[in-house]
């Protein structure tokens, strides 16, 4: 056999001598993440590239504000700037709602996709994306309309609190007030992680989306903030420096990388939930898919790691999932 050349084996990867078998199989998802960026990274990029056309028009905003925000509240007193507030929130955060329901109209897309890659399933991004945004994409748009209300919430009571501290003083009260701010953001970016891994596999109703996915947040509580703190760490402390340069490449990294980031970290934490309070007992056949525990299919057996390169036209090498989206668990 002709040794490959050094470009050859960048390119193509190292052919393994066996074929893949469920012994191949990581044997967590710690295992699957690193199984996943050494395989399927390119895939994953792309993946991010599609959904992240989609929050490119909620990005844009949140940069053309920066300005404005400092208009707002650039000059007079804390007290003339708190009576500012509520016209800035509704003009800055109030028009961005509908950003946030277009932007996860598209993450209905990656996280479709995303999903298929964590079970070891074929992919052809553009048919796949579409069709997740078809199955899903309703109620993702209500979740991106949701989220875009409570992050609303959220940075209204945040800067009114650090208002009405400048103007009285800083008290217990308002730390009391800051860290529960902290507390909530934490949670709703914690049950909207589980509602938006929920509606991309299930078929639920939207009332016991948020219900199931309130439980299975405080049920992980401690693996599952931390899991949310890690996807969001780096482009958050950026966003809380008060620089225009920092919260510029804040929302670069969004673009560059976060949100394949996040969407990844997110599947992988939620269906590590969905195995042990779901799937082990209503629905066998996701427990544990992907990995070596759980239900592989006699035709992704025999699949190498390494995808070879083959001469059939584009249209032929296309595969059509067998994923039906089961009857409501509610």
């Known amino acids: 056999m002709k040794k490959k050349g050094l470009v050859e084996q960048v390119v193509l990867g190292k052919v393994k001598d066996k074929d893949f078998t469920v012994n191949d199989l990581p044997a967590n998802r710690f295992q699957l993440f690193r199984f996943l960026m050494r395989n399927k990274l390119r895939q994953l990029y792309c993946n991010h590239l599609l959904s992240a056309l989609f929050f490119i028009p909620l990005l844009a905003w949140a940069v053309l504000c920066i300005s404005y925000t400092d208009l707002t509240f650039g000059d007079g007193t804390a007290l003339e700037q708190l009576t500012r507030l509520p016209y800035y929130t509704a003009v800055v955060y109030g028009t961005a709602i509908p950003l946030w329901m277009l932007a996860f109209w598209g993450l209905s897309g990656g996280?479709?996709?995303?999903?298929?890659?964590?079970?070891g399933e074929p992919v052809v991004l553009r048919k796949d994306f579409k069709k997740g945004m078809k199955q899903s994409g309703g109620q993702f748009v209500f979740i991106g309309f949701i989220t875009g209300i409570l992050w609303l919430i959220v940075a209204f009571s945040s800067k009114w609190?650090?208002?009405?501290?400048?103007?009285?003083?800083?008290?217990?009260?308002?730390?009391?007030?800051?860290g529960?701010?902290?507390?909530?953001?934490?949670?709703?970016?914690?049950?909207?992680?589980?509602?938006?891994?929920?509606?991309?596999?299930y078929n639920v109703s939207l009332g016991r989306l948020y219900i199931n996915s309130f439980k299975?947040?405080?049920?992980?509580?401690?693996?599952?903030?931390?899991?949310?703190?890690l996807s969001v760490l780096l482009p958050l402390v950026l966003l809380l420096v008060p620089l225009v340069l920092t919260q510029l490449i804040a929302y670069c990294l969004f673009v560059v990388v976060q949100i394949g980031w996040m969407m990844l970290l997110f599947t992988l934490c939620s269906h590590s939930a969905f195995d042990k309070f779901i799937n082990s007992k209503d629905y066998p056949d996701f427990y544990g898919k992907g990995l070596r525990y759980g239900k592989m299919d006699k035709a992704e057996a025999?699949?190498?790691?390494?995808?070879?390169?083959?001469?059939?036209?584009f249209e032929q090498q296309e595969v059509e999932d067998g994923f039906e989206r089961p009857s409501g668990n509610d």
């Open 111 to 119: 996280m479709f996709v995303t999903r298929k890659l964590c079970w």
């Open 161 to 178: 609190l650090a208002l009405y501290a400048m103007q009285y003083g800083a008290s217990i009260l308002t730390s009391v007030g800051m």
């Open 180 to 201: 529960c701010l902290v507390i909530v953001a934490l949670v709703l970016t914690g049950v909207t992680m589980f509602a938006l891994s929920m509606a991309s596999l």
């Open 216 to 229: 299975l947040y405080f049920a992980t509580f401690l693996k599952s903030s931390g899991i949310v703190i």
């Open 302 to 313: 025999v699949e190498t790691v390494v995808e070879q390169p083959t001469n059939q036209p």
